[in-house]
């Protein structure tokens, strides 16, 4: 399936956890995976643990005015979007998780 | 065939009775996981989350993450409460 | 690929950012799918005449609008309100006001739920 | 003099009644503006907390932030619950 | 510019890492304060035999060994435990077990209570 | 008085407007008045609000720990300290408010 996570939750959260761990879930079963972090969930744009899913195959998406308002300069490996950007996103989706 | 499947996060806050439907199925995760539900519902837990608070579960109602991605696969829809 | 059926459904009251980015989401996906704007529970707070700039936070006002214009409908649980004892302000888009039962309805016809 | 000033955050959560004396004082702010106290309890809420929401509390009970620095100036000691 | 009597009161569960920064900033103020550290409500589960890495979080051992060698209480509140069915770990320092009366006393004797 | 607010709540957050207009009340009351972040309250340093405030007379400080670990980088006007420079501030201070 095609798994596309909404993350808005901070990085030290109950969420930052379920979230990595249904990630390395699903591409152990080999499902196209994406996140896409928006509000305090940029934060998390910070933490290794989602550059190594992302070295894993985890595509990585965030919006880039959040990012922005909250001073994140995320690198490379992330992918600058928008709430238009997320609703493309969506489109190509089987199943929408958020965490918020 | 599952239904919707809801994802609930935090100990007794769930949809309302009328969301519900008999054949959907509920999946306790975090904080959740402190209040099992009784038989009478589709229920089971997130695994790693009973265990790393120490709770008693029966096995038979624990989910690996791997378990709950295959759930969330064949589902209808899925919410994350 | 197709258009989708969304719900937005906000049962956070408003007085955080929360529900703002909820909204914010809810214009952008409107641009590709068929929205539906839920609000449930402390949600419905966000649909009276409340002061987010005391609180340091946007107001909501221009997000409504957009939904408004993209055709997005703006949904307020009748319960919720009359529970509360609220009294829902003039916004720049039609609030429809539906009972619980039918806002069930409406989740279960959903292809999409994201609940805040 | 104000013995012990308790600053509440949430609705319905509140310290214990073992905990507060007589002569504590309560102040409500963010979200527990919307559930003001009885009259029997010694309290007050936030005037910004409570305008913001667009709940109703009489103006005698509302606090602006510079009466709450007098107020946690003079007492014994401030918990935020 | 004296020593405090100093009640780090955690409420909250363990399961994120709110009591993991509660017990860290109780053992830097230890050094300077008389303190005390009473796990009240679902605070009581941080004491319990619960398994901290499995949830992206730091064991609390050290914390609890470091506040004890600094001659910090560390208290438990007796009815929250019994409410909970719980069972204590055993750990590296010395938890007192304390009925919610004490505790409220505790807490009127104290100069700063930091609530968690 | 010698206020001391211990933050520890992330910046978009109700805590965080609470704190900003209690610093900036007991600023105008001319209280000395400090504020020390820790935990997920390191990420209200990249906020201008705090430096805002700062430039009225607040004395920032942070727990350089939590900082080096969300990959925050504050600038001068915060000064890096520890749990145990938190324990010298409570020694110094009135009163001590925590926000988490």
Known sequence: MNLLIIMASNPYSHDFNTVVKLIEASLKRNHKTKIFFMANGEYCLLREEIKNLHEKGLEVYYCAHNAEQRKIKPESWAESSSMYGLA???T???KVLIFD | MVNTVWIIKRPADFPEIEMLEDEDFIILIQDAVLRPLSDDKNWAACK?????????IPEDKCLSYEDIIDIIEKADKVVVW | MAKKKVVV???SNPFSWKVFEALRLAVGASMEH???????????YSLTDWKPQLIGIEPFDKSIEALGMM????IAEEEAIRERGLILKKWP???KVMPKDDIAELIKDSEVVLSW
Chains 1, 6 share one sequence.
């Open chain 1, 88 to 90: 493309k996103l969506m």
């Open chain 3, 93 to 95: 888009a039609e609030i």
């Open chain 1, 92 to 94: 190509e989706a089987d």
């Open chain 3, 71 to 74: 055709g997005a409908e703006i």
């Open chain 3, 34 to 44: 068929k929205m539906h704007v839920v609000f449930i529970k402390d949600g419905v």
């Open chain 3, 9 to 11: 459904l906000i049962k």
């Open chain 2, 48 to 56: 790693e989350d009973v265990e790393a608070r120490n709770i008693r």
